[in-house]
């Protein structure tokens, strides 16, 4: 490996010289877009090396890769470890999407600018297509049977790249979780907040509050990024907040979600209240008048002010439910990672609103085409994962928001699920570096079980890396 003679500062922080192909590099194609990268690991003088002790595959990978093999977990391993043989990094050539990981910093250069030093446990905030990564157990310990993968490797960040060191206050399942999506509720709080200096639908049927605030419609408002964003929402202050989701498990997750924000008994055996947390000192009890499920009246405790079951598929559906639920949406966020639906989202937005678009499953010239056909004068958005501050602001709501915490831990602990048999355990000889030195924090396993069920691909809703 060696720079270019022509390297800038610039090509070197955006880690042009790890591109393989001599003639991509010469014609200064990104790490994203170049088919292999070098992940020798000798750094740079703004690099930083992580020992990897995860690779996270982002949902729409992990879908198509074990569609394409019948679910057969061992096949599905191979072709993860082939593609990153092949290609230097994690990058699924079908769903052109890769993921995140977390390790452990064993060096950075003198001239990183990421703050990084020898030690840190860390997450990688950028995708797994861009990151020269390297795998040194053959990804032994992986059953292929879910997106989160243990392994033995490294990877290459840049000066461009994006890390953050998890949090000590928080399980760490739960914070790559949250991390994991943590672009989709920043965008989703800037976006909201510009509205407020819009005036917005006046024909729309949801209930005039105390300020004109916008209307957020949410597609897969259960998962990960929808719950975050829906609390993100709120807290920009959305005037009513509609949830989508596509089926009575996911709508009961978000009703039980309410009963919590405003303070009332889960209805349902086994509901969110037994899932949450005990901490010192947390008072559950949300002030203001009770709400049920279904009501009229906004409250800035709630999650979601109304829930719709719906096909996101199935445009014309999907945008009268949005509309009896106090539709059109100011700004609606698709959180899905199926494809078909960008004329949905479309057709719920209103004249002169926004789309964000956080799925990997998104099709924008479908987007582009749709919008015009229907002469939408909607606003589209790329959600790309990354806005300043992002994950420690993702952090900070799963810390103070009760409900949206409730949701998390749910989907990592459903009820009446048995932990399967242990694996043997392993020896601190057995682990990298990184599992070994940690002796405090959750085990393998559990962290294995716990992101495979907050991962779990049960809604079909959810917006990846």
């Known amino acids: 490996m060696e720079r270019p003679r ?16 001599p003639g991509e590099r010469l014609a200064g194609v ?52 082939e593609i990153i043989a092949s290609r230097g990094k994690m990058h699924n050539p079908v769903t052109g999407s890769g993921g995140m990981l977390t390790g452990i910093v064993e060096e950075a250069g003198p001239d990183s600018p990421l703050g990084l030093k020898r030690g840190d446990r860390v997450a990688t905030l950028v995708s797994l297509t861009l990151t020269p990564l390297a795998i040194h157990d053959d ?36 914070a790559l979780s949250v991390m994991d999506v943590c672009g989709a509720p920043a965008l989703t709080r800037r976006v909201v907040a510009g ?25 897969g408002a259960a998962g990960k990024s929808g719950s975050l964003s829906a609390a993100a929402a709120r807290q920009a202050g959305a005037r009513w907040i509609i949830g989508v989701v596509p089926n009575e498990a ?3 997750l978000l009703h039980q979600a309410n009963e919590l924000a405003a303070g009332l008994p889960s209805h349902q055996p086994g509901g969110l209240y037994d899932s ?14 009770s709400h049920q499920a279904g009501a009229t009246t ?16 199935e445009p014309v559906l999907l945008a009268e439910a949005v509309a009896k639920a106090g539709g059109p949406a100011d700004v609606t966020v698709v959180c899905v990672d199926v494809a078909g639906c960008e004329g949905g989202a479309i057709l719920s937005t209103a004249q002169g609103g926004t789309v964000i678009f956080f799925s990997m499953g998104t099709s924008f010239s479908a987007a582009a085409l749709g919008a015009e056909g229907v002469a939408a004068d909607v606003t589209m958005l790329v959600g790309n994962g990354y806005v300043p501050g992002h994950a420690e602001y993702a952090l ?10 409730a949701l998390f831990d749910r989907r990592a602990h459903p009820p009446q699920s048995p932990r399967p048999a242990q694996p043997p355990q392993s020896t601190s000889a057995d682990l990298p570096q990184s599992a070994a030195s940690h002796p405090d924090q959750p085990d393998e396993w559990d962290i294995h079980l716990a992101m495979g069920r907050w991962m779990g691909h049960s809604s079909g809703f959810e917006g990846e890396r």
């Open 139 to 174: 990804l032994v310990r992986w059953d292929g049977l879910s997106g989160q993968i243990p392994c033995d490797g490294h990877a290459i960040l840049f000066g461009r790249s994006i890390a953050a060191v998890l949090p000590s206050d928080l399980p760490v399942p739960l």
């Open 195 to 219: 509205q407020l200096l819009r005036t917005p639908a006046k024909t729309s049927p949801a209930p005039a509050d105390l300020h004109d605030g916008p209307i957020v419609a949410i597609l």
């Open 250 to 252: 996911e709508a009961s």
């Open 276 to 289: 949450l947390p005990a901490h010192p000192g947390d008072d559950l009890t949300v002030g203001g008048p």
């Open 6 to 21: 022509r390297s800038s500062q610039i090509a070197a922080s955006l880690g042009l010289y790890r591109v393989s192909d």
């Open 30 to 81: 990104l790490p994203q877009a170049a088919w292999r990268l070098d992940p020798n690991p000798r750094t740079g003088p703004d690099e930083v090396r992580i020992r990897v002790d995860r690779l996270n595959l982002d949902a729409a990978s992990y879908r198509q890769l074990s569609e394409a093999n019948g679910g057969d977990g061992d096949a599905i391993r191979e072709a993860v470890r």
């Open 396 to 405: 900070d709501l799963i810390r103070t928001n009760p409900a949206g915490r």
């Open 298 to 313: 906004p409250s800035p405790a709630l999650l979601v002010d109304e829930v719709v079951i719906a096909d996101a598929r």
